[in-house]
């Protein structure tokens, strides 16, 4: 019996923090997948089985909470972590009513990302 990898989906119009979250989750044994877009974002949810998404609040072309939103519709089981670098305050603190299962701010530490991460997949593994 093959255990699956653990497929992290990181939604994010900023290459170097999808590169980042790519190159941090990736060294910790997760498989890592890129969006730039809302749109593309939403296409890979829909075709990969996935364990966790990490959701940029602002994006080009979609609204990250309306991107929030589609994913929860699509699939409820995998945990999504919202993120921002500019929280105006209201996003880090309504997250869980917006219908996110965390809130992450970029100015955090790598390592709480990693942790954060690996909580929400057993927890929803559980």
Excluded: H, Y
């Excluded at 997948?33 to 609040?57: N, P, S, Y």
């Excluded at 089981?77 to 970029?106: M, N, Q, R």
């Amino acid at each position: 019996m093959s255990i699956e990898p653990k497929r992290v989906l990181v939604i994010d119009d900023s290459e170097f923090i999808r590169t980042f979250c790519s190159d941090l989750l990736g060294d910790s044994g997760f498989n890592v997948l890129e969006a730039e877009t809302g749109k593309q974002g939403i296409e890979l949810f829909k075709k990969t089985r996935l364990t966790c998404v990490i959701l940029d609040v602002i994006l080009p072309d979609i609204d990250g909470l309306d991107v929030l939103k589609e994913l929860k519709r699509l699939n409820d089981s995998v945990p999504i972590v919202l993120t921002t670098g500019e929280d105006p305050g209201w996003v880090g603190k309504a997250f869980e009513e917006l219908g996110a299962d965390a809130f992450f701010s970029k100015g955090a530490g790598a390592d709480k990302l990693i942790d954060l991460v690996e909580e929400l997949i057993l927890e929803s593994e559980s």
